[in-house]
T-cell receptor, first 117, second 110 residues
């Protein structure tokens, strides 16, 4: 099973709201990612968790707050977003670490389409 | 700086007209090169991983190849359902970060 699930599929929120995006995988992957994707652009990395610890934060504004409660779950907490934050938010997972040639590819979820009004 | 470049940006093919997409990369040490297919509004779908120069992978009408500086995704006798954006990504020897190209938007006309 190579499935990554994301909820909700669609989210509309005002600039003063607080909401959370959720991601789950059961592949035993120890690296999990959040990406932001605008139309006709490639995914843009936001955060990487490796073994439940934040390892990469690509200078993302503090209105985005990631959380990794356990090795299968990844959340993205949203607060006081701006209209330009409207995008497709993608979660992905991969095998973490540097050992050998285990399958390294990322598997993506279907995404959450976020609209900020 | 590490860089992944894909060409062409867009490609229109007649059904059955074979072609190739290119992904060139510059990284300090390649751990893997990955091809994904993405349909509008959906998450990228994993296609292939290539680890070393000379390696080839095939799946239905798609064949991916790798050299020391670039990868090609060959599409043989494409069908309209192959229409999508094809993304290339690389992963370095160190760390968990993936670098994406800007993608090739493929349209196959019946």
């Amino acid at each position: 099973d190579t499935e990554v699930t994301q909820t909700p599929k669609h989210l509309v929120m005002g600039m003063t709201n607080k909401k959370s995006l959720k991601c789950e995988q059961h592949m035993g992957h120890r690296a999990m990612y959040w990406y932001k994707q605008k139309a006709k652009k490639p995914p843009e990395l936001m955060f990487v968790y490796s073994y439940e610890k934040l390892s990469i934060n690509e200078s993302v504004p503090s209105r985005f707050s990631p959380e990794c409660p356990n090795s299968s779950l990844l959340n993205l907490h949203l607060h006081a977003l701006q209209p330009e934050d409207s995008a497709l938010y993608l979660c992905a997972s991969s095998q973490g670490g540097l050992a050998g040639y285990a399958a390294l590819e990322q598997y993506f979820g279907p995404g959450t389409r976020l609209t900020v009004t | 700086e590490d860089q992944v470049t894909q060409s062409p940006e867009a490609l229109r093919l007649q059904e059955g007209e074979s072609s190739s997409l290119n992904c060139s990369y510059t990284v300090s040490g390649l751990r893997g090169l990955f091809w994904y297919r993405q349909d509008p509004g959906k998450g990228p779908e994993f296609l292939f991983t290539l680890y070393s120069a000379g390696e080839e992978k095939e799946k239905e009408r798609l064949k991916a190849t790798l050299t020391k500086k670039e990868s090609f995704l060959h599409i043989t006798a494409p069908k309209p359902e192959d229409s999508a954006t094809y993304l290339c990504a690389v992963r370095e020897n160190t760390g968990n970060q993936f670098y994406f190209g800007t993608g090739t938007s493929l349209t196959v006309i019946p």
